[in-house]
């Protein structure tokens, strides 16, 4: 297959940006496209075929269009671009970084950083309640509270409620001392840490102390109508049946609703049914509820935590879910066949 060169104009400003420190990303970008990426003085020069030239142009295009906006490159930004312009939808890439929700106290702009978080973003500004489904690390309980506190912030709502199950993630915490909040911060950890980012410490404690955002365990929201209101409930694959027809049925009005869970992270007691299975099922034709559900592909930590979340959703699909009995025979036998090397 004879090869092709496609010189580029790039200003020597965005170079270093949209290729990395030590050239990581160009490394990423030409192993993924297969081509050889030269510097020239006013530019680059690509060197491959004539279709994975095409491409290289397209994601470098997209990712100097980044750069222009003031934004510093992230691997993720690489990989996502790369995604984008295999499936011939590169122009989705200068959209992500116009849908600003936010800043944090730091300054930093909260935006949704993949297709699917827009959509989940765009469901939750349109709808009452919306059920955001996905693996870690793919923005569902951050970007529900960035929507929370936006929507608190323009006197949208009057409070915010945050609350999840109290349920231990496989292990047993035994007896924690101190009164009855302090028994039951480690369960709600991970939306304090959130609040503080986006709100600040000093502006959380503030409205906390006069009930404007409240933090709490499921089992306190029973008897209660909450109107007028932003409500995340967080880690829903752990609810039953019981509590999460509780829980939807104190929505009053004025009230939007945030409903986040990873259903391949359940930590009920063998043989319980997630109350977030039955809800997808029940309420799926709903008037007013928008399911969302996001993937491998919009994880937006770490790239190695898209290829762990990846390589769990295959083992999964041949094996069943982690706790299934198909699973634990897998993995008797790979124990088996390991002793006898």
């Avoid at 092709?4 to 290729?19: C, D, G, K, Q, R």
Wanted: glycine share 6%.
């Amino acid at each position: 297959m004879s090869l092709s060169e496609l010189e580029m104009n790039v200003e020597a400003i965005h170079l270093a940006n949209v290729f990395g420190q030590l050239d990581a990303y160009l490394k990423k970008i030409e192993r993924s496209l297969h081509v050889t990426i030269m510097n020239r003085n006013d530019g680059i020069k690509i060197i491959g075929t004539a279709k994975d030239c095409e491409l290289t142009k397209k994601t470098v295009e997209q990712l100097v269009a980044l750069s222009k906006e003031h934004k510093e490159i992230s691997e993720h930004d690489v990989d996502y671009c790369l995604s984008l312009v295999y499936e011939d939808r590169q122009e989705e890439m200068s959209l992500m970084d116009k849908e600003l929700i936010c800043h944090t106290v730091q300054g930093k702009p909260v935006k949704p950083k993949t297709l699917g978080q827009r959509e989940y973003v765009e469901a939750i500004r349109k709808n009452m309640i919306v059920f955001g489904m996905g693996p870690a690390g793919t923005g569902k309980t951050y970007l529900a509270m960035a929507m929370a506190i936006t929507a608190f912030k323009k006197e949208e709502v009057s409070k915010i409620i945050l609350t999840r199950p109290a349920i231990e993630a496989g292990e047993k915490l035994g007896f924690l001392p101190g009164d009855l909040q302090s028994k039951v911060d480690p369960y709600l950890r991970p939306l304090y840490d959130a609040l503080y980012q986006i709100m600040g410490a000093e502006s959380f404690m503030k409205n906390m102390e006069k009930g404007l955002i409240e933090v709490a365990p499921l089992a306190y929201m029973r008897g209660r109508t909450l109107d007028n209101a932003f409500i995340i409930l967080d880690e829903a694959q752990n609810t039953t049946p019981a509590q999460m027809k509780m829980f939807l049925t104190r929505i009053g009005f004025g009230s939007k609703v945030v409903v986040t869970g990873d259903a391949t992270q359940k930590d009920l007691a063998p043989g319980v049914t997630s109350g977030l299975d039955v809800a997808l099922r029940v309420l799926k034709n709903v008037e007013g509820i928008k399911m969302c559900s996001l993937t491998s592909a919009d994880v937006v930590r770490h790239p190695l935590v898209q290829r762990i979340v990846k390589a769990y959703e295959v083992y999964e699909a041949h094996h069943g879910s982690l706790d299934s009995q198909s699973a634990r025979e897998h993995v008797r036998r790979d124990r088996k066949d390991t002793r006898r090397r």
